[in-house]
């Protein structure tokens, strides 16, 4: 099992940049996949961005490629989202979630574990 605990959300004007964490525990992190996803009002939970549990493999979403950066570290525990030139679109719960397996997806249901979510709030 494992549980996940996102942290680093704000209000940000447009262009500025978060940086996302999710601290995770549980033998399983060390083998699985992690994700990034989000929910904006009125919408429903979208793919943003995974990573393949040895750090080298990332998938991004096309509305984020090129702006954010996912990147985990093994040895802490930690998966991370750095969002730069943000947009108010951005604004969202952003999620951290844990994968079955160590293939790289945007399917919500190949991912397994979820934390509780952290929010993101860009302002024009």
């Known amino acids: 099992q494992v549980q996940l605990e996102e942290s680093g959300g704000g209000s940000v004007q447009a262009g500025g940049s978060l940086r996302l964490s999710c601290a995770a525990s549980?033998?399983?992190?060390?083998?699985?996949?992690m994700g990034w996803f989000r929910r904006a009002p009125g919408k429903e939970r979208e793919f943003v961005a995974a990573?393949?549990?040895?750090?080298?493999?990332?998938l991004y979403a096309d509305s984020v490629k090129g702006r954010f950066t996912i990147s985990r570290n093994n040895a802490k525990y930690t998966l991370a989202l750095q969002m730069n030139s943000l947009e108010p679109e951005d604004t969202a719960v952003y999620y951290c979630?844990?994968?079955?397996?160590?293939?790289?997806?945007?399917?919500?249901?190949?991912?397994?574990?979820w934390g509780q979510g952290t929010q993101v709030t860009v302002s024009s």
């Open positions: 990573i393949a549990w040895r750090g080298i493999r990332t």
């Open positions: 549980g033998h399983e992190f060390r083998n699985s996949a």
């Open positions: 979630a844990s994968s079955s397996s160590d293939r790289l997806g945007d399917d919500i249901r190949t991912y397994n574990y």
